[in-house]
């Protein structure tokens, strides 16, 4: 199946911006199950200077600069990929790794294998999952027990944050800590990933934060409208013996074609969309627009 | 006279007797020191103490200062040196020197691995959390490539001797390492008050190490430049070591700059000068890591460059010590790296280190526990007091919650075993007491070997009993002294061979903050002046007349204090509708103008505005400068302890402040070049002084006043800026309005006339560079040279003509504010031309990420 993202990102600005200089992660992976066959970044005005790079998670960033006075600032990413999720590993054709219990999956994490000491690094504390309450442990161990698969656990953590967490775009933002949306029991995409993330993390396995996309299906009978899309972020679990296994406790599913991965890290702070500073003495305004749809449907 | 060592050494152990340096267990004295203790011993206790106070005052009259946040005595605590040196021999310094060697090989290797290939996770002889949880290891920095041989060029190595007799390594530094340039001044103060106790001891110089220093600056930047532009980053006057950043700009002659002054375009680093954009190669930083670049790290950093670390990619620049440096200074290092020096090397390691646990691994964690009470337990990632634990000392709830954080994140401790130091001994008071001691020493790339200073920074525990050695947390300081079995050079002279200095020449070149600051350190000088100048007037007619507001003999005054209001801008003061009270006892009102610190337009507020800008700039001040503002800030803080304040008493501060400041503002004039800036502080001089005399004119001239009234005015109005002798000696006559107009405010030849002092900023301004894009003249020119077409065609016969009702001069009056708004004007140009700090950094998104 082959998808056509594009990403706006526009900035009005009060006063005028002397000049910038930003980051942008925006451009999807190419990994088993997923190509990336085309990308264009559009950025107005033109900035100065642009190079990209591969980041320290393999991930595309690309780095531009505006030096001359703007008041508005448009970015936008136009990627088309090709999904298919049965090129992938499947978990269900591993049944030691579908079936590994958490008392063998910690054991098996001690080893020193060059996989393992690279998923390693997703047990640590990162810039915004730092501090984990005893609350959120406690709150995993529910679903996550020595002798029950992990993987089974993960499923079950991904459904209840499904079903006891609002969906509510008002409350959090990118600032908005961990703990404040799992007192709250509300947030958005990223929220819920990265609660599932330091859930799986208090108790000892390996979580990556995993930002995308995801198609949308407009209600049976109706057109879709252009820009309604967002984007998206899930978490992905690393099982020994396999590799990492992604969930999307936003929608209460495993990843399939739907999904289009862009980049991933040890949580948001690793993989945000655009980030930048500016030179400039008055606040702005931003606005996103995200579209996705088959490339069939594109007009 | 000579003193009995016997009774420099009594009482010198505590209770507790560790193993000294100077003093063997019997009591008889270790070889080593016999030498300078004989030296110390040719002087009497009278002679030591006193030469112990001068290195304190000389400490103090240069200025050598490290800041202590918090501290009851204030942000610039002066260092102190203990007269007594530590000494290490010869052979023994010459294994310490293989070790640091060795050790920073050692680090630069593992950098290098770390930020590359991670063969030492990868092999399994560092276990990955020791990298991946240390908030020093910067995933921006991977895989960056470098021109400089080695990755790591400074290395700073803390050491202390063990119960082994061996120096042991405490603390490595490799970020930011400071203290290099305070032992470069403690050496030479010590040399300079008691060249007698180096009599007959050959004692290696350092000097040859700092040109060794500079050369390694000079080889770092990128495309072999043969003329690199360095600059050193400061994060400003606040950090601790701020003395040592600005002492190493004068010494190395490199701009000291914030990270405001520099800025990223093009892919390449330049600095903000006046005139233009000036690209700089290599970067001395003294800001930590996390600071460095807002756009890829700390987001609310202030102290660093937007896009830095770009740049360093494409090896457009070369900071050091490279940004990422800091996660070597990692106490989870220690239990591997004598397996790691054998990896490498194929050796043990030469230096022994504190015997640690590595809390990540099971056993290793168990043992901790078992045996908690017996250790020092750290994070890997810090070293401040807040994240080091003294086991023995804690009671049992506190061990249980540590054990519990272990626990919850055990990777990030670490458990040292406890190890008493050595103690050396320190001369206190009277006599020489054992202190703890830890030596800093330093090691720098050159070529592609490792180089040490032969010789270092001691720290001594502020107690006998203390633990714990930082010069953060106040303390005392000793030269090291690393014998030589061979004949020494005299000490040279630390003043900087001026053969590879690239110092800026040219005003273009001028870091526009510098320039801000020197403009506005003129600003503020001039408001202290004339304020001080104009008060004392004031106190000098209050003492004269027995001031009492209800007889009409003290009419003059209350005009005079309403003036002082407006010229200060403290409204209401002795403006405001109830000011009854205060024209009754106004004593109470110009005290608090002169000393408090918060109220804006005070004398107070406006030197340590100075101060701000002075501290700023240190590195262009002199030492005699520097003695001579010290010496202002002593009498008022003097001044403010005795607490007696009345008009004599005030008058007298006011008269000796005003001295010193005159004797300031001259040094200011011939110890800074014009191209090194002293333009802008003229330009700010002038500005100021024109200004409050404008506020002052209009104040007092402006009224139709009765004759008596009117003389008692002049003459006040000319003292208080001692013009009434010129006055006096021009005229020669009666006061009249008239003629102090034409001397005040239209003589041509006069200097502290108006048209004389805007004339003067004309020229000023006119001297400074032009920017292409500003056309043929700048903005702000074209406002002076209006408020100088204006002056001149003033006509003192116009200016004297009344309003209808005789009250006042309004046409002097408008004409007046007329240039008061135009050199306001002026200045904020100039502020938008030269200085452009209007665009102020921010987040795209405010992210507000606690990253650290």
Known sequence: ?299 | MTTDLNILFQNYFSKEKNYDEALKSDLTVNPNWKKLLDNVSEMDIKTLTAKQNEIDWLMDENGVTYNVYNDPQGMQRSWDLNIIPFIIKANEWHTIEKGLQQRAELLNLIIKDIYGKRDLIKKGIIPPEVIFAHRGFLRQCDQIQYKTSKHLLIYSSDLARGPDGRMWVVNDRTQAPSGMGYALENRYSLNRVLPNLFKDINVKQSSGFFYDFNQMLIDAAPQNKENPSIVILTPGPLNETYFEHAYMASLLGYPLVNGNDLVVRNGKVYLKTLKELKQVDVIYRRVDDVFMDPLELREDSYLGVTGLLDVVRNKNISIINPVGSGVLENSGLIPFMNAICNHFFNEDLILPQIASWWCGQEKEREFVFKNIKNFVVKRIDRSNRESLFFCEFLDNNALETLKKDISANPYRYVAQEKITFSTAPDFVKDHLEARKVLCRTFVIAKKDQYQVMPGGLVRVAPERENLFVSNQRGGVSKDLWVLSNDQEDNIKHYAWDNTCKISISDINDLPSNTAENLFWSGRYLGRTLVTARYIRMILNRMSDEQYDSNTSSSESLVYLLHALTNITSTFPGFTGKNNEALLNNPLKEIISLLFDKNRLGSFAQALNSFNNSYYSLRNLWSKDMWRVFDSIKKLWTKFEQANVYTIPTVTKLLDRTITRLIAFMGLIEESILVQQGLLLYFIGLQTEQALMQISKFRSLMVFNYDERLQYDILEALLSSDESLNIYRYSYRSHLSLENVINLTLLDKEYPKSLTYRLKRIQKDIDRLPYTENIGNQSNCQKLIDLANAKISKLNIAELMILNSDESLRERLDAELTELSDLLHETSLSLSGTYFNHSYQQTQLINQNFPLS
């Open chain 1, 1 to 299: 199946m082959v998808f056509q993202v594009s990403h706006t990102t526009s900035y009005d600005y009060e006063s005028y911006v002397t000049f910038c200089h930003n980051i942008a992660t925006l451009k999807p992976k190419t990994l088993c199950g997923q190509t990336l066959l085309d990308y264009k970044l559009e950025i107005t005005p033109k900035p100065t200077e642009i190079t990209e790079r591969v980041d320290f998670f393999g991930n595309y960033i690309t780095r531009f600069s505006l030096q001359k006075e703007h008041k508005t600032l448009k970015v936008t990413a136009t990627s088309k990929v090709s999904r298919n999720f049965e090129a992938q590993p499947n978990i269900d054709d591993v049944p030691t790794a579908k079936n590994i219990t958490l008392a063998d999956a910690l054991k098996a994490l001690k080893s020193n294998d060059e996989a393992i000491i690279d998923a390693r690094q997703y047990i640590l504390e990162s810039v915004l999952i730092a501090k984990i309450s005893p609350e959120i442990k406690a709150y995993a161990e529910v679903s996550f027990k020595p002798n029950r698969s992990i993987f089974d656990a993960a499923l079950e953590l991904m459904q209840r944050i499904y079903t006891e967490f609002d969906f509510d775009p008002t409350f959090s933002n990118v600032a908005t800590p961990i703990h404040e949306v799992f007192k709250a029991k509300k947030g958005v995409c990223q929220d819920f990933a990265q609660i599932a993330i330091a859930c799986i993390r208090s108790v000892g396995l390996p979580a990556r934060y995993i930002s995308g996309y995801i198609e949308t299906i407009p209600p049976p009978g109706k057109e879709k409208l252009i820009g309604t899309d967002a984007s998206h972020a899930w978490f992905s679990l690393y099982i020994p013996g396999f590799g990492w296994v992604d969930f999307d406790p936003t929608n209460n599913q495993t990843p399939k074609n739907q999904h289009i991965i862009v980049a991933w890290g040890r949580d948001y702070y690793d993989v945000p969309p655009l980030k930048g500073v500016i030179y400039s003495t008055g606040s702005n305004k931003m606005h996103v627009a995200v579209d996705i749809r088959p490339f069939n449907e594109v007009k």
